[in-house]
Each structure stands twice: as structure tokens, then as C-alpha cells.
């Protein structure tokens, strides 16, 4: 396929072509071709073609299609799908794909390997393979044409990515068996070799992006002035949920295979078509019975394997392969995070079988998160949208994991002081599950001769001046300005607007930052100044099913509904206003208690702790952050103005409810459920959340509260990790349920 004169008769038959009325068999060849070409090039890694013929092809094919109805499943131009795709639909894996439980050292490599060898009663033979980092999918295959991709979802429901997945060229849209030449070239052994395209073949794998592609298309997106992606695991995850399958096609995709979920033909047994965990497919006849041999299969059959899986046995034969791979690691032209290790006979993971959650026959053995030496440059205090205030460290940028890292959290002032960190030193970064990095010492011995500075957390906010107050644990510092300080500003906003707080219908997180952007407010108060004519001019982002946002004026409609809006929230109930504020411990039905007891927003201002704590169901702990919120003289000034300029009228409490009926302390809260649960199903755990007045969001933003992470958590963990929000493990959630009484 070298051969020049090949490719020139090739060329001269197709200049032939074009003379006549192309027919569907002129149509058929040229298909034929260029996905041969195309399985030359990203399956065999032998190009036969110049790029620029191959692009010369594709365009007669596309002239042919828009002249003609032939449009094949098959044909290339299928690879990108004409229009935007209106959200990702449900998708029921006929077989879960199950997460892999984690090793991290050699003593629990040796217990997996014990426990194979007891229920083999023999050494073991193993199929390993590189961890790959970045996103597992079904792929089907019907009659060898791709008809479905989806993503792992929770398991047992994935999303249909199926456009975005036609677009990555390394995935065939029509299978086909390779040549016993292709076979030689690429080492597949003829035992293993597919003998006929199955009529069923579900193939899970990995879809990520290579670094040097990672690499390039990051620096053309800073030449354009476009976001860049943190690492090449998030660029897989933002690449592969594009509404427009054409940004998809844009960005260097590529697959690994690594498991069969179902295979085989029509004529065989209905036992092997069946769904679920107890589905078997090793007694199919076209199928090898080993998992190297499967995976041999499916690289027959044109799909791409990963070129480091081998076979070996026992415990040596596992630590050989786990250290040569983590030697590899630096120089492999993608990311991985650790080895996978399969027991290699069929026969054996069926009679193993599953838990709950993932297969008993193998085990992800991961790498110890990398670190590398840098400098730290400075330490800078950040308020976030709760008033916590948290150090981070600037350092002198330091590629780590396969992500440049400039800056981190050193959490407060008590890991300061565990670290013994100061300005100047020589620290050592570490990629934590190489995803969030974190300091893990000092240096000490490079500190001979260094200028250094002690780390000294503020007594003040550094955005406001306000007082900060230590948490009750003593770790944390917050600032109590938080109807004044701007970190806080947006957050303030958005909890006096909720439904159960002043209730103004239409004012969410996109306008109020909006308004506090442009500043056309800078606290609550300001809601109040504004008019109709002024929020005519307020620019706001509407959604796009591009990549760029659309800006546009707010618009007089919409300015004059706000405006009632807020002028109707004037009248409210005493106890809906002592919640708006935002005062720690105190959510709706402490508001009610606090309103029935006292009768004006100026006699609660002026009470003491000993006074709020002779009040039932008023604690020492909700007394102090009442207390000393009210200190507090921007506050103060804020409730002044609300009261004075507002003209807020504040009636009589409203009736208190039953304790526990309204006991809701995440009201407004915004949760993201990510990954699997072990104890509880997803939507069990978000009606228990709500049940606490919390809402339950599937994405992550900037108003998120916290994010929930199970097992196999992915790009939902990595964004959450990127805006600095509260991250739960599965524990705590069931330690938050057990303290509000809630009961499994």
C-alpha cells in the first residue's frame, strides 16, 4: 500500500469517474476507500495516502452526496451530523459497566492476588493493561454498523453521546475484518482473530485525548483567546458533551478498547442476549474465551487496543507490569493513573462474578500521586461565598500530573502551621488522586541561605475590614460582614431572594451577578434604589449552544416585572426578613422562634446571648452568631438603610410550624450528586437531601453548595475541584443524614 503506482491508478480511476453521472457503485468505491485509508492511518498507523489526497476524496464524496440521496451509515461524512443536539437522552446499559475497586500498595496487591489464587486453586493468569484517565463508554454495534454510544453514567444509566462519538475517527462506523497481513502487522494472533463481523457487539472503552493533542489545541485556543482545558481528562469530558457534534470533531479524540459487555449472532442461543450481571456471553462461538484474546478480537474487527496490555502470572508477573508502566509514564503520549488487573480466563471472572459495584476478577492498582520541587512565592487569603476565609499558596508554576500548577489551597491556619511553611521555601507539590494538588512539605534542607517570611493569617477580612470569627472547631476563620463584604455580596443576594426569605420572583444567580459586576448594587439594600430605566441597560449573558456566550440588555419587559417584583417584597413577615439576612444557625423555624419572641428586628439587634439562650430551642451556639452578627457595624448600616430608605414594613410572625416539619437547614443549598454510591441509590440520596430543604442540581457551578462524590466521580469532581467547591465524600453524606435523624 506504499506502492506510488498504487496510489497514481487509484488517482487516474477516480479522474475517470468524474466524467459520468456518478452511480451508486462509483459512491460505494469511494466510501470503501477512504475508510480503508482511514483504518490505515488511525487503526494500522501506516498511512498509505497523502493527507491532502485523502481531503481531495472526501470532497468528491461530498459533492457526490449532495447531488445524489446516497448518505451510508458508513460513509465518513456521517462522522459529523448536521444540527445541535437538544440535550443527552437517558441511555439503559443492557450490561452495567461496573466501576473497579482501587489498590494503592503492594499489600493489597498481594491479598488480590491470594484471593484469586484461592478460588483458582492455582497460580493465575492475568491480563493487564494501563489505567487510562479519561472517560469509559458503551459502544454498540449492530450488523457491524455503530448504532449507539453512551456514556458510564451511574453504572445502570448512561447518556447518549452517539453524534459526538461518530466524529472521533479511531472509532470505525462500520466494522470489518482485518487482512492476515494487518493482523502480522499489528501482532494479532490468528487464534484470536474475528472469522465474521458479530450481528451484536456491545465494546466498552476509553475515550481520551492524547497530551500532544491536549498540548496543541490548547495553545491554538489561547491564540484565539478561548478558555483552555486544565488537564486532558477534562478536555476529553468537555469535548465529549458538545451540543454541536462539529466542536466534537474539532478536538483530538481517540479510544481505547478494554472489555466485551455482549457479543454475538443472531443464530445463537437466547441465553447469551440477555441483560444484567448474570448475562453470559464466553459460551458464544465466535468469541475467544480469555480476556487478551477478547480484546485480540476486537482489534481484528478494527477497533484500537491499547498497545501495552500482555499477559501474565501470578504476583511477580503483576509488580513487573505495574512498575514497567509507572516507568513508562513520563514518556506515553497519554495520561494514566495506575494499571488494571483482570484475571484472564473467562470462565474464571464468571464464576467469581460481581458485588454490587464492581467485579470481583480485577482491581485498579493505582500510582502514588506525583509531586514534583517548586518555590512558594507568596500566600494570598481568599473569602469565599460563605465568609470562610482560606490561604493559598502562590507558587512558581510547576507541571505535576500532566497539569501546570501556579497555586493551591493551603486549607487554614492550622495546616500552615502543621507544615511549618513559610515565603520562600522549597516545597513539594503533590497531585492528591492526581486531581487536586495540595503542598506536602517543606524542603528543609534547601532553606540554608533562602530569604524567608512567616505566614501570617489577617486579623481582619481582607476584602472588607470586617471582624473575622474562629469556627467552633477552632480551624477555620469567617468573616461576619456579610451583608457587606463582596466576596459575600452575591451570595447574600441570592439567599434574601429565595422564595422562603423576601420571596422576589426572577432575580437568580445570573442577574445578581450580573448587577454586582456592573455594579449597579453592592449590597441588599441597593436592591431597592433600582429602577426600570436602569435595568433596561443591564447586560446580561442568555445561554448558547456554542461555545461563545451571547451578551445582550435585559431588556424593559423584564426590568419592569423585577421591579414589582422587589417593590412587592417591601411587605413581609418579620421572621421571612430575620432569615434573609443570612445569619448563621438561623433558618426558617429559628427565624419564627426569634420573630414570635421578639416584636421588632431592633429588639432582636439588642438582645444578648443570655437572652437568646432563656428562649426554647435557642442554643448557645445560634446565640453567639446572632450576637455577633449584630455587632457587626456594616450590618448595621445595611438593616438601617433596609428599614429607613427601603421602607421595608415588617408585620407579625407567621405562624410557627412544627419543629420537625420545617427543620430544613441546606434550604436553598444546591447539591451535585456525582459518580456511584455504594450505600444509597442516586435518587434515594437526592430525596433525602430534599427532604433538608436541598436542591439537587446534575451539573456543577458557581452556586453550588457542595458536590457529593461516590466512586468512578469524573468531570463533575474535577470542576468542583476547579471553583474551589465543598466536596463530600458518600460518609459524609450519611454522617450530614444521621445528624438531621434521618434514617436509611
Same mark, same amino acid.
Given at each position: ?536 441597560? =443591564?447586560?446580561?449573558?442568555? @445561554?448558547?449552544?456554542?461555545? &461563545? $456566550? ?7 419587559? +423584564?426590568? /419592569? #416585572? ?117 450505600? =444509597?441509590?442516586?435518587?434515594? @440520596?437526592?430525596?433525602?437531601? &430534599? $427532604? ?7 451539573? +456543577?457551578? /458557581? #452556586? ?41
Amino acid at each position: 500500500m506504499h506502492s506510488e503506482v498504487f496510489w497514481m491508478n487509484d488517482l487516474l480511476s477516480l479522474i475517470e469517474a468524474q466524467n459520468e453521472e456518478p452511480t451508486y457503485e462509483n459512491y460505494r468505491e469511494l466510501v470503501e476507500k477512504l475508510n480503508r485509508y482511514a483504518k490505515a492511518y488511525y487503526v494500522l498507523d501506516n498511512p498509505i495516502v497523502p493527507d491532502a489526497e485523502y481531503d481531495r476524496l472526501y470532497r468528491q464524496l461530498e459533492e457526490i452526496e449532495a447531488k445524489t440521496d446516497f448518505k451510508d451509515a458508513d460513509a465518513p461524512t456521517r462522522r459529523v451530523g448536521d444540527g445541535l443536539l437538544n440535550t443527552f437522552a437517558p441511555v439503559a446499559h443492557k450490561f452495567p459497566l461496573m466501576s473497579l475497586g482501587d489498590i494503592f500498595n503492594d499489600e493489597e496487591l498481594s491479598a488480590f492476588n491470594k484471593r484469586m489464587f484461592e478460588s483458582s486453586g492455582s497460580e493465575v493468569e492475568y491480563c493487564v493493561e494501563p489505567k487510562l484517565d479519561g472517560l469509559a463508554v458503551s459502544i454498540i454495534y449492530e450488523k457491524g454498523i455503530l448504532v449507539r454510544a453512551a456514556t458510564r453514567g451511574d453504572g445502570t444509566t448512561g447518556e447518549d453521546v452517539t453524534a459526538n462519538v461518530k466524529t472521533i475517527h479511531s472509532i470505525p462506523l462500520k466494522l470489518s475484518l482485518l487482512t492476515k497481513e494487518q493482523r502480522e502487522s499489528l501482532g494479532i494472533q490468528d487464534e484470536f482473530a474475528a472469522q465474521k463481523i458479530p450481528d451484536y457487539l456491545d465494546v466498552r472503552g476509553e475515550i481520551f485525548m492524547p497530551r500532544d493533542g491536549f498540548k496543541k489545541w490548547n495553545e491554538e485556543a489561547s491564540k484565539r483567546g478561548q478558555k483552555t482545558f486544565v488537564n486532558p481528562r477534562n478536555a476529553a469530558a468537555g469535548s465529549l458533551r458538545q451540543q454541536d457534534p462539529k466542536i466534537t470533531a474539532s478536538r483530538p479524540l481517540t479510544f481505547n478498547a478494554y472489555y466485551i459487555g455482549q457479543c454475538y449472532m443472531d443464530d445463537e442461543p437466547e441465553s447469551l442476549k440477555e441483560g444484567g450481571l448474570d448475562s453470559r456471553s464466553s459460551n458464544s462461538t465466535i468469541m475467544p474465551h480469555t480476556q487478551y484474546g477478547r480484546l485480540q478480537y476486537v482489534k481484528s474487527l478494527g477497533l484500537p487496543v491499547n498497545p501495552l496490555i500482555r499477559v501474565v502470572r501470578g504476583l511477580e508477573g503483576l509488580r513487573e507490569f505495574y512498575n514497567d508502566t509507572g516507568a513508562q509514564r513520563p514518556s506515553l503520549n497519554y495520561d494514566i493513573d495506575g494499571t488494571v488487573l483482570k484475571v484472564n480466563s473467562i470462565e474464571m471472572q464468571e464464576e467469581m462474578g460481581f458485588t454490587a459495584k464492581a467485579p470481583r476478577w480485577a482491581i485498579a492498582y493505582k500510582f502514588p500521586p506525583e509531586e514534583e520541587m517548586t518555590k512558594l512565592l507568596a500566600v494570598n487569603f481568599q473569602v469565599g461565598r460563605t465568609g470562610v476565609v482560606t490561604p493559598v499558596a502562590r507558587l512558581d508554576p510547576v507541571y505535576v500530573g500532566g497539569v501546570t500548577i501556579s497555586n493551591c489551597t493551603l486549607h487554614n491556619e492550622s495546616e500552615i502551621k502543621r507544615l511549618g511553611i513559610k515565603v520562600g521555601d522549597m516545597v513539594i507539590v503533590r497531585r492528591a488522586g492526581d486531581v487536586i494538588p495540595q503542598i506536602a512539605g517543606v524542603v528543609l534542607e534547601k532553606r540554608e541561605g533562602a530569604t524567608l517570611t512567616d505566614v501570617v493569617f489577617p486579623s481582619v477580612c481582607p476584602e472588607c475590614g470586617s471582624a473575622l470569627e474562629r469556627e467552633g472547631d477552632g480551624v477555620a476563620y469567617r468573616c461576619t460582614g456579610g451583608l457587606f463584604c463582596p466576596s459575600q455580596q452575591r451570595q447574600a443576594i441570592e439567599h434574601y431572594v429565595e422564595r422562603a426569605a423576601m420571596d422576589i420572583d426572577g432575580l437568580g444567580e445570573r442577574l445578581a451577578e450580573a448587577l454586582i459586576d456592573q455594579q449597579f448594587i453592592h449590597n441588599i439594600a441597593d436592591l431597592y434604589t433600582l429602577t426600570e430605566d436602569k435595568l433596561e441597560k =443591564l447586560l446580561v449573558e442568555s @445561554a448558547s449552544k456554542d461555545e &461563545e $456566550s451571547k451578551t445582550r440588555f435585559l431588556g424593559k419587559t +423584564v426590568a /419592569k #416585572k423585577l421591579i414589582a417584583n422587589i417593590d412587592g417584597s417591601r411587605k413581609r413577615p418579620l421572621n421571612r426578613f430575620i432569615y434573609a439576612l443570612g445569619i448563621r444557625e438561623v433558618g426558617t423555624t429559628t427565624a419564627k422562634i426569634l420573630a414570635s419572641n421578639f416584636r421588632t428586628i431592633q429588639d432582636l439587634m439588642a438582645a444578648d446571648e443570655k437572652k437568646l439562650q432563656s428562649i426554647p430551642n435557642i442554643g448557645s451556639v445560634a446565640a453567639r452568631y446572632i450576637v455577633d452578627f449584630f455587632k457587626e457595624e456594616h450590618n448595621i448600616t445595611v438593616i438601617d438603610r433596609l428599614i429607613n430608605e427601603a421602607k421595608l414594613e415588617l408585620s407579625e410572625c407567621e405562624q410557627v410550624s412544627d419543629m420537625n416539619a420545617d427543620n430544613k437547614p441546606y434550604l436553598g443549598k444546591t447539591f451535585v450528586l456525582t459518580g456511584t454510591l455504594a450505600t =444509597l441509590k442516586r435518587d434515594k @440520596a437526592k430525596e433525602l437531601l &430534599e $427532604s433538608l430543604g436541598a436542591k439537587v442540581s446534575g451539573s +456543577v457551578s /458557581k #452556586k453550588t453548595f457542595a458536590v457529593v462524590a461516590g466512586e468512578e466521580a469524573g468531570s463533575k469532581l474535577d470542576k468542583a475541584n476547579e471553583l474551589g467547591i465543598t466536596v463530600y465524600s458518600e460518609e459524609d453524606l450519611l454522617n450530614i443524614l444521621k445528624e438531621n435523624n434521618i434514617t436509611i
